[in-house]
């Protein structure tokens, strides 16, 4: 009978690890695609939470599920359990094995901040197509810090604008050369804004009254969504805009185009609404906050 039980735990901490495991695989279809480097990386770290969130998930309803089974007393039985004071080498146990875990994801995380180039100047850079298997990597400190396509970013209430210093281009949207380091340089007009696009798996608050660097690099050709990932007011799920990742020459025949128009007021979803709002019935009494005036750009959306 020791035997047999033997057999079943081993069986069962069997099942729950391949059950783990396949857990973690599917996390990877819980994202939209990898866009840029540091999207490869900050999955395979959500891969590995959901992984040992799984087998500690899985691992308690086992344990139960044995002590169930095999640990029933007799339904006659109405005496106290042994009275045990505790267990030091249980309690060492359980005590060691969370502090274990909690450092290995913390550096884990770390080395994934490092990699991104978030903690320290290492640039993380990919030389292969996205549909390759082999990972990103960080560069070393000989790569030429210069060699980032800068763009500036203005965020405001509510729309968001961006600057090619190259060619003096202003648009309503978001071109990048893939394969490519970009550097935006993001600023807020007024309230904080939060520059996100899940398929980057990057987020940046923009303070007012400072300049973020953001850098980062794309890798994958496509159109993506950019939102506002902070309540900047009233129309602020309206403040979004349009992303493209696009070959060199694509993109340099994009910049050309847009540097041979008229600057004009870009079409505005919030300004529309505020403009055209009815006269409501019901006075809250709460000030309704304008928006700002519509970006003048070369390149509308």
Same mark, same amino acid.
């Given at each position: 009978?020791? +035997?047999?039980? %033997?057999?079943?735990?081993?069986? %069962?901490?069997?099942?729950?690890?391949?059950?783990?495991?396949?857990?973690?695989q599917q996390s990877y279809s819980w994202f939209p695609s990898q866009a840029t480097t540091a999207a490869k990386l900050v999955d395979d770290l959500f891969?590995?939470?959901?992984?040992?969130?799984?087998?500690?998930?899985?691992?308690?309803?086992?344990?139960?599920?044995?002590?169930? @089974?095999?640990?029933?007393?007799?339904?006659?039985?109405?005496?106290?359990? =042994?009275? %045990?004071?505790?267990?030091?080498?249980?309690?060492?146990? *359980?005590?060691?094995?969370? @502090?274990?875990?909690? %450092?290995?994801?913390?550096?884990?995380?770390?080395?994934?901040?490092?990699?991104?180039?978030?903690?320290? !100047?290492?640039?993380? @850079?990919?030389?292969? /197509? =996205?549909?390759?298997?082999? =990972?990103?990597?960080?560069?070393?400190?000989?790569?030429?810090?210069?060699?980032?396509?800068?763009?500036?970013?203005?965020?405001k209430q509510w729309a968001w604008s961006f600057h090619y210093p190259g060619r003096d281009v202003t648009s309503t949207e978001l071109h990048l050369p893939?394969?490519?380091?970009?550097?935006?340089?993001?600023?807020?007009?007024?309230?904080?804004?939060?520059?996100?696009? !899940? $398929?980057?798996?990057?987020?940046? $608050?923009?303070?007012?009254?400072?300049? +973020?660097?953001?850098?980062?690099?794309?890798?994958? @050709?496509?159109?993506?969504?950019?939102?506002?990932?902070?309540?900047?007011?009233?129309?602020?799920?309206?403040? &979004?805009?349009?992303?493209?990742?696009?070959?060199?020459?694509?993109?340099?025949? *994009?910049?050309? &185009?847009?540097?041979?128009?008229?600057?004009?007021?870009?079409?505005?979803?919030?300004?529309?609404? /505020?403009?055209?709002? !009815? $006269?409501?019935?019901?006075?809250?009494?709460?000030?309704?906050?304008?928006?700002?005036?519509?970006?003048?750009?070369? /390149?509308?959306?």
């Amino acid at each position: 009978m020791k +035997i047999l039980r %033997i057999f079943i735990l081993i069986a %069962i901490a069997v099942a729950i690890s391949v059950t783990s495991f396949w857990m973690g695989q599917q996390s990877y279809s819980w994202f939209p695609s990898q866009a840029t480097t540091a999207a490869k990386l900050v999955d395979d770290l959500f891969c590995f939470l959901v992984t040992l969130s799984s087998f500690i998930f899985f691992g308690v309803i086992g344990a139960l599920l044995y002590s169930i @089974v095999f640990s029933r007393a007799n339904r006659l039985d109405t005496t106290d359990g =042994p009275a %045990i004071e505790g267990n030091t080498t249980v309690e060492i146990v *359980w005590t060691v094995i969370p @502090v274990v875990l909690i %450092i290995w994801i913390a550096a884990y995380s770390y080395d994934v901040y490092r990699q991104m180039g978030i903690l320290s !100047p290492m640039q993380v @850079v990919h030389l292969h /197509h =996205p549909l390759e298997t082999e =990972p990103a990597y960080a560069a070393g400190m000989n790569e030429k810090p210069d060699s980032a396509e800068e763009i500036g970013v203005v965020a405001k209430q509510w729309a968001w604008s961006f600057h090619y210093p190259g060619r003096d281009v202003t648009s309503t949207e978001l071109h990048l050369p893939v394969d490519r380091r970009i550097r935006l340089l993001m600023q807020s007009e007024d309230v904080i804004h939060g520059f996100f696009v !899940p $398929d980057f798996r990057l987020k940046q $608050d923009i303070i007012p009254k400072r300049t +973020i660097n953001f850098e980062f690099t794309p890798i994958r @050709v496509g159109k993506y969504r950019l939102n506002d990932s902070q309540f900047s007011g009233t129309y602020f799920a309206a403040m &979004q805009a349009d992303v493209y990742v696009e070959s060199a020459d694509v993109y340099n025949q *994009w910049l050309d &185009q847009a540097a041979n128009r008229e600057p004009v007021p870009a079409s505005n979803q919030a300004a529309s609404e /505020h403009i055209e709002q !009815p $006269d409501k019935l019901i006075q809250s009494g709460w000030k309704v906050h304008p928006p700002a005036p519509p970006p003048v750009v070369n /390149h509308p959306s």
